[in-house]
């Protein structure tokens, strides 16, 4: 399949497929200037924050994640505002709208040799997260359980 068989599937003009592609990716992608303002966000934000998308645009990271989150985020935020391109975790995330574990990456934006922003990658990775904790939980039970019945058969035995 050649490029142009490939944008003739979104029957869309081939610089909107990259427009499609960004709004269809479960990833929230953002773009935040040396100030901590948003001057760039996908949809996914309106969902996760209850905002309208041209609402975000300008604000304060503080006032659409809430000041819990971005003092997690702004010790990730500073060091890729420095210039690391390697900035990159997952954690839990105490949003306003409720704690959501994340998988983040940041890398800085370079403009004349100097740092203007931040591009943020975001994943949702409470499900996830949620599944390998309930595995964790069943584990350490059929552990207990295990050491248990191993006592039994010591106490049974002596």
Request: aromatic share 14%; charged share 25%; with cysteine.
């Amino acid at each position: 399949m050649g490029f142009r068989d490939f944008y003739s599937l979104f029957q869309v003009p081939p610089d909107m497929v990259l427009s499609m592609a960004l709004e269809h990716l479960p990833v929230g992608l953002a773009f935040v200037d040396c100030e901590y303002k948003y001057r760039f966000n996908t949809s996914i934000y309106q969902e996760w924050f209850k905002t309208p998308v041209e609402d975000i645009y300008g604000k304060y990271v503080w006032d659409v994640i809430g000041h819990d989150a971005f003092k997690v985020a702004k010790p990730y935020l500073d060091r890729a505002l420095s210039g690391d391109c390697d900035v990159s975790f997952e954690r839990p995330m105490p949003y306003l709208s409720g704690i959501r574990w994340v998988n983040v990456c940041l890398n800085p934006h370079v403009a004349d040799f100097e740092v203007v922003g931040v591009w943020a990658a975001v994943i949702d990775v409470t499900a996830k997260h949620n599944r390998v904790q309930k595995n964790i939980n069943r584990i350490q039970e059929s552990t207990k359980r295990m050491l248990h019945h191993l006592d039994n058969c010591k106490r049974g035995v002596a």
